[in-house]
């Protein structure tokens, strides 16, 4: 499997960015995603999963209400839309496919993960 993320950038603090995944070489719709985020200095966190359906999603707390993740499952492209975003959002952004059954916020919990894109937000 491979991913690939794109959609990072520069914005102002309180702006929007959606960031895509686009997923190839196994069967992208039998299978949940999710987003993690890794700022300077810090370990990877969690930000948002969704199943296969797109019927179910999960968030971290920090981002609930700001963030919402979706899937395109004829396009094989997961996306998450980011607004309202704050200067404690800036960080890598990486998206990670899951073999398991159910949703994970757990590193372990994934199986093939993205290249990373990275978002800054300047205050």
């Known amino acids: 499997v491979q991913l690939q993320a794109s959609g990072g950038g520069l914005v102002q603090a309180g702006g929007s960015l959606r960031l895509s995944c686009a997923a190839s070489g196994r069967t992208f719709s039998s299978y949940a995603l999710g987003w993690f985020r890794q700022a300077p200095g810090a370990e990877r966190e969690f930000v948002a999963a969704i199943n296969w359906s797109g019927g179910k999603t999960n968030y971290a707390d920090s981002v609930k209400g700001r963030f919402t993740i979706s899937r395109d499952n004829a396009k094989n492209t997961v996306y998450l839309q980011m607004n309202s975003l704050k200067p404690e959002d800036t960080a890598v952004y990486y998206c990670?496919?899951?073999?398991?059954?159910?949703?994970?916020?757990?590193?372990?919990?994934?199986?093939?993960w993205g290249q990373g894109t990275k978002v800054t937000v300047s205050s």
């Open positions: 990670a496919l899951r073999l398991g059954i159910g949703l994970s916020i757990a590193i372990a919990g994934y199986d093939y």
